[in-house]
C-alpha cells in the first residue's frame, strides 16, 4: 500500500501549505473534488483545511492546485515520463519537490 494515501487529510494539506500550495478535499482513494466549484475553493487557509475536516471528516485524499502565479505540478503514471521528456526536449528537468502515489509520481515546480 502507498504509504502517502495513508497519511490523514490534515498531514498532507498542512505540508502542502506550507509550500504555499493551494489543496483541496478529494473522496478517499480517489481524485473527485468533494466541494462543487473546486476550482474557485481551493485554499491555503487553515481555517478552511479545518472546515473541510469538520465537514468531510480526515479520512480523505489531498488534491493539490496549481496557480497562473508560477506553480507548475505533473502527475505522472509512467515512471519512464520524466526520462522520455528529457530525451524529447533535450532538456534536463530541474530537480524539485517530489511526492510518491500509488501509480507513480508528483512532481511540483513551485516559484
Not at 86 to 91: A, D, F, I
Request: proline share 7%.
Amino acid at each position: 500500500m502507498d504509504t502517502q494515501s495513508a497519511l490523514p487529510f490534515n498531514k498532507i494539506a498542512v505540508s502542502m501549505v506550507k509550500r504555499g500550495v493551494p489543496v483541496i478535499p478529494v473522496r478517499a482513494h480517489d481524485k473527485i473534488p468533494l466541494p462543487m466549484a473546486w476550482q474557485f475553493k481551493a485554499s491555503k487557509n487553515p481555517n478552511d483545511i479545518l472546515g473541510w475536516i469538520n465537514q468531510y471528516g480526515n479520512d480523505i485524499n489531498c488534491g493539490c492546485v496549481a496557480t497562473l502565479d508560477g506553480q507548475w505540478m505533473l502527475d505522472a503514471d509512467n515512471p519512464e515520463l520524466w526520462s522520455l521528456l528529457e530525451q524529447e526536449t533535450g532538456q534536463k528537468l530541474p530537480r524539485t519537490f517530489t511526492t510518491g502515489s500509488s501509480k507513480g509520481q508528483h512532481k511540483y515546480w513551485l516559484q
